[in-house]
């Protein structure tokens, strides 16, 4: 292997036309940085150079065209600012002019009179005139006297790299450079022929030579659909040998009794019946427990689809065995928040519930810390808390992750080592993931989806108002009060104009003091600059009924259950994200009463904002939105899927590639299947490249 592919390590800097400097620049505007990574910097369009024009025929109806022919004469013309460099170029059939307003002086050194070119550019008319202004010149030789062989590939560049002569034109050069020294035998084939002949894919060697240099626009797209399928395999093929690994290594304890504490929760303190989807999930939950591996499992549920209630009853499970759980919150307020709630679930019952967080100091957390260890707390929630070293449990046999996202993979790894043999994993998160991301990202976790809503919660009726019916809007919120419920009102707060947000959410406060006068009414606000103990006060003071209306920034976007709260206000609608939009009207329509979302924006709207707000007002379902939130954000920009680095694909795209995605999952499972480790003659190509990429993933393993 490493004689085969020894030339693609080569730094970048040995390349013919870099050299150091150049080189550094390439590392650090591109993150180029040898050989084979020119190699994989692929081209985003190409321009069609395999015609030659007759002068004669040119018109102004043309748009780029590419003539030949011989310079006749070179001057320079105008005065200081308005200097210019005009040629005349002449073939069989006419002349034309060709001008230079910037860089004159480099082309009048380098051009010669006499002498014949290939030249590429853009007709223009002047004074009624045809011309070509900054024309691309080639000396005409005789492989080019009929046009390029190949279409030229463009390359993305930047000013800094243009500035050093690193033009589009000239990345292409280099990679021509590259593809000359390079023979088949250093790109060796990873995918086995019969995947090869199944789908019609050229040989990886072809590929790459096709897709920088192709005859024509079908030999592209016949390069880019090899290398994507390969892209989006070599991706399924590691997520789907994880998954075997697990099945297959990872031993977990077994939870063999349904016993009394579930059963006496189950058929006595249950707030309301599970649902379907709540019941479908437990009995997934309870098969994983009971094979002897260790479980790994995705729940997803929206807002509000009572994943609270299947942990909770996950975690008896683990008590009814003999086992603790844990519950771990990625904030503060969210973790305080679970334990409420679970305490109040379990407070008939004979168990002992704690919660650990940063600020709980002294005493208390001696005291935590100890029955942890003797095994006398059955379930311990916190923050990351949890992940300290000092936190030891007795017999850890079930661990959550809540809204996982916002955990690093680390971060997860380390709950892993709180006993001898891994805990069971369960991870929650109430941001809908499409099934193709799901399928993409967690790939190596088993996913269960809650998708419907307990009885009784009725869906939240969603409007777009603009600013010209604010007066209807507070009066609105006002009749609301008046029967008893409290009202949020959000303002968007983004980095990058923190300032002018900040001014904002005064004005806006103002406002509604201004409509909603002390002492008949009462507002709590709840913003980042705040001291914590404030914020969380304010927060406390809203959820106890002791103020009507909560202004805030995003900071309520998870967490807070406030059932009384029967109105959602969100200002500048056009300023979130759908996702965002979505998990924030996810904070009313927690009673039984009907609620409301009302989105506010200014009269003027970008198609992409009024498109948000349509999918807003028609739909209540988190996968749909999360759907439509991918088509318009693209996938990478999805929360969780930045940190998790598996869509770093050159040139997939798993929304619009998605036929190729699913070609290449299902020869994939079909491969493992087949030949799970790999072994079969056939398949050692591709066991090769996995072993040479295996230093660049350590997490790996890891959900």
Known sequence: MSTRSAILSNPIEYLKGVGPQRG????????????????HYFPFRYVDRTKVEKIARLHGGMDYVQIRGRITSL????EKRGKRLVATLRDETGEIALVWFQGWQWMQKSLREQVAYLVYGRLSIFNGVLQMAHPEMDLLTEDIADGKQFLEPVYYTTEKLKARGLTARAIGKLTFHLLEQLSPLEIPENLPAPILQQYRLLPRPLAFFKIHLPAGEEEAQQARRRLKFEELFISQVRICRLKIRRHRQSQGFIFNAVGTHFNDFYNHHLPFPLTGAQKRVLKEIRQDTMNGRQMNRLLQGDVGSGKTIVALLTMLLAIDNGFQACLMAPTEILAQQHFKGIA???ERMELKVALLTGSIKGKARKEIL?????????ILIGTHALLEKEVQFQNLGMAIVDEQHRFGVAQRARLWQKNTIPPHILVMTATPIPRTLAMTIYGDLDVSVIDELPPGRKPITTVHRTEYQRPQVMEFIREEIGKGRQAYIVYPLIEDSEKLDYENLMKGYEEVKAFFPEPKYYISMVHGRQPAEMRETNMQRFARGETHIMVAT??????????????????????FGLSQLHQLRGRVGRGAEQSYCILMTGYKLG??????INVMVQTNNGFLISEKDMELRGPGDMEGTRQSGILDFKLADILQDKPILDAARACAEKLLQ??????????????????????KSQWSKIS
């Open 24 to 39: 550094e620049l390439l590392r650090k505007e591109l993150d180029l940085h040898t050989f084979g990574d020119l190699l």
């Open 75 to 78: 001057e320079t013309v105008g």
């Open 344 to 346: 109040e679930l379990l």
């Open 370 to 378: 100890a029955a942890a260890a003797d095994g006398s707390l059955h």
């Open 554 to 575: 995003t900071v309520i976007e998870v967490g807070v259950n406030v059932p009384n709260a029967s109105v959602m206000v969100i200002e500048s609608t056009e300023r």
């Open 607 to 612: 198609n992409d904002s009024r498109e948000r």
């Open 674 to 695: 087949e030949d799970p480790d790999l072994a079969l003659p056939e398949n050692h190509p591709l066991q090769e490249f996995l072993a040479a990429q295996r230093g």
